[in-house]
Structures are given as structure tokens and as C-alpha cells.
């Protein structure tokens, strides 16, 4: 990304994009006042923005209303979900991590940056699931993010799961469609056999102790199902990027531009049919 002395030196005239800005383009491009919004960032692609990663939470705030709710999925910087394959002396180490607390663990950084920002945000809540963690901030954020009932935080009962009953929607802000997490719901909830699943334990914090839990989630890494193995599949780069184009073929995906920033707006619930629905027919 060009500097802002660059910009002013190579594009005369250029002017910086703003948190109004990114608001109005958002109403424009369908994001409903006081509804829940999922939202994936990559700055970079909206170039320079007058006040960085805050004028974007600003602009979403704005976006949704006082009452809309505005989630981010923030995983966990330094999560032990591949301990069990490492070398030895790289486990032992891990038996020192500090244990994951909501309030206090980072998001993972290649997430980008608006995880960590939104996690720090005045009001925020975090889900208590050290892998599959979720934040949110607005007047459903607790409900959002809180554990769900039947274990599996992909599942129904899981932050997507709510994000689809409560009819709500998935804003990728220059961020690609490979990384639309949402279709991790719809591999969860397909009705199909030989699923795989990832068994893992990590420290947790319990009040004023530490806890070593065990968890088996969704193999998101790896894939769910053998997509690999199957050679009538185009699967290309990325798995969740094959599944979200079955969104886009169902047109269940808007695309507009904010300058040269890709903006994609996802209906959540006809998005996870249309992949859920694309799963069951080829496996």
C-alpha cells in the first residue's frame, strides 16, 4: 500500500476514504439498520483510511444502528490446536502457554486486524471457546457469542448458527470470499457421512485457576470432508472458496465496490442452503 506522501505525489486530487463514507456505501449496499453482521476486513484493500481500523468499527457501528450487533470470528493467536504433532521439546513448552482467557487473548493475526480491534472495542463480548471464539459488540452480543448448548460451535446452537436464525448477514470489506467462515456452519450442518473432526486439548482459565480441556471440533484445516481426494472437484486454492462460490451461483452473494475495495454482502441463511444443499449432492 502506497504511503500517504506516495499517494499525494502519484495521484493528484486523491483523497483519503472516510468512516462516512464507508457507511453510506454500506446502506447503499444493503447492510440492514439493527441487524446482526458478521464482518471479514482486509484495509489494505480500501487503501489509505482517514482513522485506520477504528473509522472502519465506526462506519459499521454507524451501518447497523444502536441496535444492530457487529461480530467478528477471532480464533486465538497462540492456540494449541496442532501441539499434538509437533516435536517433543515444542510440546513441552506449550505446557507453559498461558491459558486462554476471553478478556485477555489476542485473536490470530492472520486474521487481520479488525478481530483484535473489534475483541478490544468499548462493550465487547467474547465467546469462552479458546478455537472457535467469536466477539461481537452491540445489544445481541452476548447471545451471539455465548456457548452453545450442544458442544459443537460450528453447529446450530453456535454463533453462525444464531447468525442464521436471526436472518442475518456476512460483510466481506475487501476481504476475499475464501475467507467466508460461514460455510463452516454449512458443513456442519449437512446431513452427510464421514465427517472429520480435530481432538485437542488447551489451558483454559476457570476463575483463578487453569484448566487443561479437551475439545473436538470441525476439521476446518485440513477440510471437513476429503474435498482433496476427489478429483471431479475444482477445488483450486482453497476449499471454503469452492464452497462460497455455490453462494454466489445461488444468489445468495452481492458485489459492489467501494472505489477498488470488493465489497460482498452475504444473506446468511440462503448462503448456507445453497452450500449445504451443494455438500449433500456430491458427498
Do not use: N
Given at each position: 500500500?502506497?504511503?500517504?506522501?506516495?499517494?499525494?505525489?502519484?495521484?493528484?486530487?486523491?483523497?483519503?476514504?472516510?468512516?462516512?463514507?464507508?457507511?453510506?456505501?454500506?446502506?447503499?449496499?444493503?447492510?440492514?439498520?439493527?441487524?446482526?453482521?458478521?464482518?471479514?476486513?482486509?484495509?489494505?484493500?480500501?487503501?489509505?483510511?482517514?482513522?485506520?481500523?477504528?473509522?472502519?468499527?465506526?462506519?459499521?457501528?454507524?451501518?447497523?444502528?444502536?441496535?444492530?450487533?457487529?461480530?467478528?470470528?477471532?480464533?486465538?493467536?497462540?492456540?494449541p490446536y496442532h501441539v499434538a504433532g509437533w516435536p517433543a521439546e515444542w510440546q513441552q513448552a506449550y505446557q507453559d502457554q498461558p491459558a486462554f482467557d476471553p478478556a485477555v487473548s489476542g485473536a490470530r493475526r492472520d486474521f487481520g486486524r479488525f478481530p483484535e480491534r473489534?475483541?478490544?472495542?468499548?462493550?465487547?463480548?467474547?465467546?469462552?471457546?479458546?478455537?472457535?471464539?467469536?466477539?461481537?459488540?452491540?445489544?445481541?452480543?452476548?447471545?451471539?457469542?455465548?456457548?452453545?448448548?450442544?458442544?459443537?460451535?460450528?453447529?446450530?446452537?453456535?454463533?453462525?448458527?444464531?447468525?442464521?436464525?436471526?436472518?442475518?448477514?456476512?460483510?466481506?470489506?475487501?476481504?476475499?470470499?475464501?475467507?467466508?467462515?460461514?460455510?463452516?456452519?454449512?458443513?456442519?450442518?449437512?446431513?452427510?457421512?464421514?465427517?472429520?473432526?480435530?481432538?485437542?486439548?488447551?489451558?483454559?482459565?476457570?476463575?483463578?485457576?487453569?484448566?487443561?480441556?479437551?475439545?473436538?471440533?470441525?476439521?476446518?484445516?485440513?477440510?471437513?470432508?476429503?474435498?482433496?481426494?476427489?478429483?471431479?472437484?475444482?477445488?483450486?486454492?482453497?476449499?471454503?472458496?469452492?464452497?462460497?462460490?455455490?453462494?454466489?451461483?445461488?444468489?445468495?452473494?452481492?458485489?459492489?465496490?467501494?472505489?477498488?475495495?470488493?465489497?460482498?454482502?452475504?444473506?446468511?441463511?440462503?448462503?448456507?442452503?445453497?452450500?449445504?444443499?451443494?455438500?449433500?449432492?456430491?458427498?
Amino acid at each position: 500500500m502506497l504511503t500517504p506522501a506516495q499517494l499525494m505525489e502519484q495521484r493528484p486530487g486523491f483523497v483519503p476514504v472516510t468512516r462516512s463514507e464507508i457507511a453510506a456505501h454500506l446502506r447503499a449496499a444493503g447492510v440492514r439498520v439493527g441487524g446482526l453482521l458478521l464482518v471479514h476486513v482486509r484495509l489494505s484493500a480500501l487503501g489509505w483510511v482517514a482513522g485506520g481500523m477504528d473509522a472502519v468499527v465506526h462506519a459499521l457501528g454507524d451501518t447497523v444502528g444502536p441496535d444492530g450487533t457487529v461480530m467478528a470470528f477471532c480464533g486465538w493467536e497462540d492456540s494449541p490446536y496442532h501441539v499434538a504433532g509437533w516435536p517433543a521439546e515444542w510440546q513441552q513448552a506449550y505446557q507453559d502457554q498461558p491459558a486462554f482467557d476471553p478478556a485477555v487473548s489476542g485473536a490470530r493475526r492472520d486474521f487481520g486486524r479488525f478481530p483484535e480491534r473489534l475483541r478490544t472495542w468499548p462493550g465487547a463480548v467474547r465467546g469462552s471457546h479458546p478455537e472457535v471464539s467469536f466477539t461481537a459488540v452491540g445489544p445481541q452480543a452476548a447471545a451471539m457469542v455465548a456457548d452453545s448448548a450442544d458442544d459443537d460451535p460450528w453447529g446450530v446452537d453456535g454463533p453462525l448458527g444464531r447468525l442464521v436464525e436471526g436472518e442475518g448477514q456476512v460483510l466481506m470489506l475487501g476481504a476475499p470470499l475464501a475467507r467466508l467462515t460461514l460455510c463452516h456452519h454449512a458443513e456442519a450442518t449437512a446431513r452427510v457421512q464421514g465427517k472429520r473432526y480435530h481432538s485437542y486439548t488447551a489451558p483454559v482459565r476457570v476463575r483463578e485457576s487453569v484448566e487443561w480441556q479437551h475439545y473436538s471440533t470441525l476439521d476446518t484445516y485440513w477440510g471437513a470432508l476429503d474435498y482433496w481426494d476427489r478429483s471431479d472437484l475444482a477445488v483450486g486454492e482453497s476449499i471454503v472458496g469452492m464452497l462460497a462460490e455455490q453462494a454466489v451461483t445461488a444468489g445468495a452473494v452481492t458485489t459492489t465496490h467501494l472505489h477498488d475495495c470488493p465489497v460482498h454482502l452475504v444473506e446468511a441463511a440462503p448462503a448456507v442452503v445453497s452450500v449445504r444443499r451443494w455438500i449433500e449432492d456430491h458427498f
